[in-house]
């Protein structure tokens, strides 16, 4: 099965042309690694694929993004999101709650997810992540390889079919990549499609695929 | 399973400070011309503020600028409709009177009663402030978008000031700039500011969007708050206040 299909999708900013004519397809299980230099488009890519281009952001589009066979424009708030989790590049603007443990209960709460299920994803989330000391800690206390844990954390507390991943490492230490890189691969072995953007290639061995924009 | 927000364990709940603060400024817009009932109403206002936890030394610093104030209403009534003892008189014009004074001080009392109940929300976390707004049925993406909102600003002001520190580094001593100058800098530092953070807030929206914000009607929340008896104590004695302050208003009881 299909999880994401790519038809000769085009953006621009403007006069300013990023992808032309790009088209991508993955299946159900698959890891894709998305390389490239920096402003080849990598994260416009995630964004077009999430639904956020055209309409949040301000770009012309051409093309189509399926999502498991559904053009993402027509799916519901909520539909998108049991299907696709993305960690952004910024983990600076991700963040916006007063603890940790908000953070990861704002979703869950979102898809009106009952309490005692919440705790236990909660418990689950921070321990995968390693951030459990942190729990009730402000988001803006923390670094900036422990805010990309959190984002991480908050997104896979929606257990979403597709997880989008714009660099989503990239400030962690190698302990921290190494251990995240573990999860992946069980993620993986569950039956989680991936798409990673990344610069590095700590995650090339978990990948099924590459691609280089 | 009802979990216990963690810092808030000794703070009435948040509706109760609601209640407190909507029946506080009601009644700051409501006395007119009632200078001792309006310092009664400062003075309870400021117990309830003490009792909450307020930091005083912070207040302070902010009422005082309130002072300066007071004094310049004062003259402008006493200049400009003179009423009551003349206190003080340059070249027959009547720069403070009684009358003034008193109508400085009720504009004072005002905006005074306005922060400090402004100011018994710092006690709270937001996520605390939501959850009491949620749970007195205002819609969860109001009551988000306040607290958004709220954040807002503070990061502006962080912004505006990590762009002052780049121009001081670069060998800008604004300190030495002219009048002119000086505003004109601040002109052209507040645009790119107010862009980035636009930029930020729109990040921070497709984040939240994507996290399933909106989703459904309604959505479940992993922290409830529920009313201890001394909170409803509390509810009650606001009331009670409430209803005599209400009595005293419209009958007009002059007990001074
Ligand atoms: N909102 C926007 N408005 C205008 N131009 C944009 C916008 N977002 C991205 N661009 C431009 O599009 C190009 C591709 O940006 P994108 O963020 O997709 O690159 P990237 O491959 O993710 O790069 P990096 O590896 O640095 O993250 C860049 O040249 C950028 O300047
Ligand atoms: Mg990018």
């Known amino acids: 099965m299909t999880a994401i299909e790519v038809r000769n ?35 416009t890519l995630l964004h077009a694929i999430c639904g956020l281009i055209p309409g949040v952001i301000d770009a012309e ?52 997810t009952p309490r005692d299920e919440m705790a236990r994803r909660i418990d ?87 691609i280089n924009l | 399973m009802t979990r216990k927000l963690q810092r808030t364990v000794r703070l009435p709940d948040p509706r109760v400070v609601f ?40 207040m302070w610093r902010r009422l005082r600028r309130l002072l300066q104030l007071l004094l310049i209403v004062s003259i402008l009534r006493s200049v400009f409709a003179p009423s009551g003892t003349i206190l003080l008189e340059l070249w027959g014009v009547q720069i403070l009177t009684v009358g003034g004074i008193q109508i400085g001080a009720l504009v004072l009392l005002r905006l005074g009663l306005f922060i400090t109940s402004g100011a018994m929300f710092t ?27 709220v954040r807002f600003i503070p990061q502006l002001a962080e912004e505006l000031k990590d762009s002052l520190t780049a121009l001081q580094l670069r060998g800008v001593v604004i300190e030495e700039l002219k009048l002119k100058k000086k505003l004109s800098l601040y002109t052209y530092l507040i645009l790119p500011v107010i862009v980035s953070s636009m930029q930020n807030a729109k990040e921070l929206a497709m984040s939240m969007e994507m996290r399933a914000f909106r989703a459904e009607r309604n959505r479940t929340s992993f922290y409830a708050l529920s009313l201890k008896p001394s909170d409803i104590v509390m509810l009650c004695g606001i009331l009670a206040f409430t209803i005599l302050m209400g009595v005293i208003l419209i009958v007009g009881v002059d007990i001074f």
Not at chain 1, 27 to 37: K, S
């Open chain 1, 124 to 210: 689950e989330m921070l321990k995968l992540t390693d951030i459990e000391k942190y729990r009730f800690a402000s988001p803006k206390e923390l670094s900036g390889g422990q805010k990309q844990r959190v984002v991480l954390a908050a997104v896979m507390a929606l257990d979403p079919k597709v997880l989008l991943l714009d660099e989503a490492l990239s400030q962690l230490d190698r302990r921290g990549k190494g251990m995240l890189r573990e999860q992946f691969s069980q993620l993986r072995s569950e039956g989680c499609t991936m798409l990673m953007v990344d610069h590095d290639d700590e995650l090339v061995s978990i990948a099924s695929r590459i």
């Open chain 2, 19 to 58: 209640a407190l603060a909507f029946v506080l400024s009601s009644f700051a817009v409501v006395i007119r011309g009632n200078l001792w009932l309006m310092i009664g109403l400062m003075a309870v206002s400021l117990l309830c503020a003490v009792c909450i936890g307020v930091d005083f030394r912070q």
């Open chain 1, 61 to 112: 589009c051409s093309g189509e993004v399926l999502v498991f066979g559904e053009l993402v424009q027509t799916l519901s708030v909520a539909e998108r999101a049991k299907r696709l989790g993305i960690v952004f590049q910024n983990p600076e603007t991700q963040l916006f709650c007063d603890s940790i443990e908000d953070e990861i209960a704002f979703g869950l709460e979102n898809i009106c």
């Open chain 2, 123 to 149: 006690c709270y976390s937001v996520r605390v402030l939501i959850q009491g707004m949620v749970q007195i049925k205002m819609p969860y993406e109001l009551a988000y978008m306040v607290s958004v909102g």
């Open chain 1, 9 to 43: 999708l085009s953006v621009s900013y403007g006069e300013y042309s990023v992808l032309r004519d790009f088209s991508l397809t993955v299946e159900v299980g698959e890891a894709v690694l998305i390389q490239g230099p920096s402003g080849c488009g990598k994260s």
